[in-house]
């Protein structure tokens, strides 16, 4: 019989891992009393998530480069720089939708390409690398647009960015939910909870599960409440947004390739020794390169998602969304030595950062104190959690 | 009685686990040369740490006498305020500043919080002439020699009014024409009044310079001999350093050695960063299938350099000479080659080299062979941790499970876990270099045993240790390499530790 010092340490050391989910319901809770309810009425809800959608998609290749022990500041450059250059085609040049995303995604994986060729082969660091890109595809971005704003996109490529699926073609006082969107948040539910379960069931054969049944059943509930909650309040809007299910696409894909794939083992090995990762055979170059590719593609994905929201490729486009995606890796648990950090904390610091913009602004809060906030809760986040390192590491003597 | 200088009486230093120094003593007599002579490990390093403050009073117990007078250093700003200071194997040098700042690093001269930049290379001028340095002050340290940065070093020291020089490994980096010079200087600086301690491996140096020389092993002050007055051979002094009796701390073993798995030709390796210097030179050495090898050498003496560059030129530059495997030529340009012709090489230097001490053990023993548990791109998890749980079990890792982060674990089970790692990559030939440096008696010997197995299971094993007894305990054939050189092979049945001495502190002729 657990004693109940055991149960509180046991949730003590738990908490280093829940910790940002807490906080993100903290967050929330808070600003749907501060509003009156106003953060989370459906069309919000919708909102937040499309508002934030290129972030969380820049986060998902921002905590890999960090896992690995680097950093990207171009992400936002090169995310213009490929809506400015669809843009061009689709519009310009009047090429289809399809053969513009097509390009762009192309176009993202080159700049990667670039970028990663002189972090892995010539050996420069990528701050001072990406820093470059920043400058440079910001200027290409400016060059190629000449200044102005292309617009209007064609209606199929806008959908990525604020389009939902199959939108209901009822009006809301026949059909008060939006029955596809009801059928997505259950089917993905009963997934987690199988998943889960038959993750847990392995680990009990396999004699590695040190969690209680009781604390497994409690996070599990809750995850199951959350996600089918998000889907009660999608479900009296317009519909499930497209950018939603591509995220969550990747998130599940992502999250695999890190936890379980070879190249996400050797992303994990290279930022947390790269000595040793060395010594064991593992080609950290080319590793070093592929990141790059893939954060460049990822890019180019935000940078598409924002000018269809936008319906316009600007030349300011994408400004500091690297910082907000490097905020949502540490807000996440990333470290900054590398080697630690998962994509699911990625995307709930993004979402905190979200929650935090969406919540302040629903208030009337203005801009420069948005700013000085979210600067505070960063601060604060990796703090907590370079606090509980250090005691988890003395406890350990 | 005769004037000391240094009294160091009864200094017993433990780290946790292990006892590093038990109630040294040493006596240093005013204006001589005195030398400290050990093998490595032996406690000469703590020793001089003590000494200098590194290891603040508290830490230790027993008295340092300084100049008659009983001192408690607090750190090394203390010691050298009262005249000691310590020259670190590691030049302690910045590269990118000047001769002149780097003399005056901490000490710097100054009007009103701003540097007086004439006198402090005037100053800086005046000091390199007393070590017989001509070069220009302002010139930056990464732009000279090393033994021009060791006599850098020493101007410093005589900067902050020394009169108790400790210099750990002086010359271990230095050529010849180098280290002539140093010890000339050392000569000089005695002329002058200024005591010296010397820790050096290089006998024909101690026996060249030094008035004393203090025998220290296993922690322990074993003799004091005087080398001005009695006539005192390099053999005898080996002997006071090895003169250990060989307990049954090693598992017995019966060989059954095969054909030849590995052979290495002419194998010469240059520093990684100066081209021109010689880490390894045209060294050859086999070993065959069954066969423990073992490789002594002192420190510095290319040991690591040699294993590292041969897998997969992980260390060095200019790498020429050939690898055969059982006869036939192979390349092992890079780790992953060397692997692929099942060569396996464990570090001396586990957490920086060896292990991700972020990560879990299961992980850390798959990350060499990811390829056998993956498909498609895709780890099988549950493959993964059946194969941790089995070495789990048959190295004895003791950890609550596979799961447990390596960076938790005791020297000896990481060590187990770099083990499994490499033998789950299942190599024909394993290096281990200083596989048991740092873990305790008991863990040893389950490494012991463990490479028994291994050899027993057919595979080729190439040790390489800095104790002698070890290789002794476990080799079939013992390989000494000094200044890079392979000096001799030796059969274990002629080993002694003194046969093996006499090798790894031969000079180059």
């Given amino acids: 019989m657990a004693s109940i010092k055991d149960v509180g340490g046991f949730l003590a050391s738990q908490l280093r891992q829940i910790g940002i989910f807490v906080a993100l319901l903290v967050i929330v809770v808070l600003f749907q009393i501060l509003t009156d309810g106003a953060l989370l009425r459906p069309a919000n809800v919708s909102n937040i998530i499309v508002q934030n959608s290129y972030i969380l998609i820049l986060a998902i290749g921002m905590v890999m480069i960090i896992i690995a022990g680097h950093i990207d500041l171009s992400v936002g450059s090169v995310a213009a720089f490929v809506g400015a250059m669809t843009g061009v085609i689709a519009v310009d040049w009047g090429q289809p939708w399809w053969v513009a995303i097509l390009a762009g995604l192309v176009i993202g994986a080159l700049v990667g390409a670039w970028q990663g060729f002189w972090v892995a082969y010539i050996g420069i660091p990528a701050f001072i690398v990406t820093l470059a890109g920043m400058l440079i595809f910001r200027g290409l971005t400016q060059i190629v647009l000449g200044n102005q704003q292309i617009t209007p996109f064609p209606n199929e490529y806008r959908q990525l960015g604020s389009g939902t699926l199959f939108p209901s073609v009822f009006p809301a006082s026949v059909a008060p939910y939006e029955w596809i969107t009801v059928g997505l948040g259950v089917l993905a539910t009963i997934m987690l909870v199988l998943q889960q379960v038959r993750g847990r069931r392995a680990r009990v054969k396999l004699d590695l599960e040190d ?17 089918l909650g998000v889907t009660y309040l999608l479900s009296q809007t317009r519909g499930t947004p497209i950018v939603l299910v591509v995220l969550g696409v990747l998130v599940v894909v992502y999250s695999a390739v890190m936890s379980n794939s070879v ?13 040793a990762a060395q010594l064991s055979g593992i ?81 009337g809060v203005s801009t420069d104190y948005q700013q000085f906030i979210k600067g505070l809760v960063l601060l604060l986040a990796v703090a907590f959690d370079v606090y509980n390192k250090r005691r988890s590491s003395s406890a350990a003597r | 009685m005769a004037d000391h200088i240094l009294e160091m009486r009864d ?74 200071v310590i020259i670190h194997q590691e030049l302690a040098l910045s590269p990118f500043l000047s001769i002149a700042e780097n003399i005056f690093l901490g000490n710097e001269i100054q009007t009103r919080g701003m540097i007086d930049w004439q006198k402090t290379n005037l100053e800086a001028a005046k000091l390199l002439a007393r070590v017989g340095l001509r070069d220009n002050p302002i010139t930056r340290i990464t732009d000279i020699g090393v033994g021009k940065q060791q006599l850098v070093e020493i101007a410093k020291a005589l900067s902050k009014e020394v009169k108790l020089l400790i210099l750990d490994e002086p010359t271990a980096a230095l050529n010849d024409e180098d280290s002539a010079h140093l010890l000339d200087l050392l000569r000089h600086l005695k002329q002058q009044g200024i ?6 491996h290089k006998l024909n140096e101690i026996k060249a310079i030094a008035d004393e020389v203090t025998i220290i092993r296993d922690g322990k002050t074993i003799e004091t001999l005087d080398l001005m007055h009695d006539d005192i051979s390099e053999e005898r002094i080996i002997k006071g350093m090895v003169g250990r009796d060989l307990q049954s701390r090693y598992p017995d073993r019966t060989s059954h050695i095969g054909e030849e798995v590995l052979r290495i030709e002419d194998w010469t390796v240059h520093h990684p960063l100066e081209h021109a210097r010689v880490v390894v030179d045209n060294a050859s050495l086999t070993v065959r299938a069954g066969e423990v090898v073992g490789i002594a050498g002192l420190m510095g003496a290319g040991r690591t350099e040699l294993a590292m560059s041969v897998f997969g030129r992980s260390y060095g530059s200019n790498i020429s000479g050939r690898v055969y495997k059982y006869g036939k030529e192979i390349k092992t340009r890079t780790v992953s080659e060397a692997i692929g012709h099942g060569i396996a090489y464990a570090t001396e230097d586990r957490k920086r ?95 012991y045993t463990i490479i028994n197995q291994l050899v027993a299971d057919g595979k080729a094993v190439i040790v390489i240790s800095s104790e002698l007894p070890e290789l002794l305990g476990i080799c079939d054939r013992i390989y000494a390499l000094a200044e890079g050189r392979i000096t001799g092979q030796v059969p274990i049945a002629d080993a002694t530790p003194e046969v093996l001495m006499s090798y790894m502190t031969k000079e180059k002729e």
């Fill in chain 2, 11 to 84: 200094i017993t230093k433990t780290f946790p686990g292990v006892k590093a120094l038990q109630n040294v003593n040493l006596t240093v007599g005013r204006g001589e040369v005195h030398a400290i002579c050990g093998e490595n490990g032996a406690g000469k390093s703590t020793l001089m740490k003590v000494l200098s403050g590194v290891y603040p009073h508290g830490t230790y117990t027993g008295d340092i006498v300084f100049e008659g007078k009983t001192v408690e250093f607090r750190d090394i700003r203390d010691s050298e305020k009262s005249g000691v």
């Fill in chain 2, 353 to 447: 080299y060896g292990l991700n001490l972020i990560e879990d053990i299961k992980r850390n023993i798959s990350t060499a062979s990811l390829g056998k548990l993956a498909k498609r791109g895709f780890v099988d998890g549950r493959q993964e941790t059946i194969v941790a749980n089995g070495y789990r079990k048959s190295m004895n890792i003791k950890a609550p499970s596979v799961s447990s982060l390596t960076g938790k674990l005791s020297g000896g089970n990481q060590q187990k876990v770099v083990l499994s790692k490499w033998m789950f990559a299942d190599p024909d030939v394993l290096i281990l270099d200083e596989p048991t440096r740092g873990i305790d008696v008991g863990a040893k010997y389950e490494i």
């Fill in chain 1, 283 to 363: 080609n950290t170059k080319r590793v070093d390169f592929y990141l790059f590719v893939n954060i460049g593609v990822l890019a180019a994905l935000a940078g598409i998602v924002f000018t269809g929201r936008l319906n316009s490729a600007g030349p300011g486009a994408g400004n500091l969304f690297e910082l907000d995606a490097i905020a949502a890796s540490f807000i996440g648990g990333a470290a900054v030595t590398g080697g630690i950090g998962t994509v699911v904390g990625a995307i709930t610091g993004g979402l905190i950062v979200g929650v935090l913009n969406n919540g302040m602004s629903l208030l």
């Fill in chain 1, 263 to 275: 190249f996400g083992r050797h992303i994990y090995a290279r930022g947390g020794n790269l000595h």
């Fill in chain 2, 195 to 200: 005591t010296s301690i010397i820790i050096s």
């Fill in chain 1, 211 to 227: 969690e209680p049944f009781a604390w497994f059943l409690t996070k599990l509930l809750f995850t199951a409440v959350l996600v």
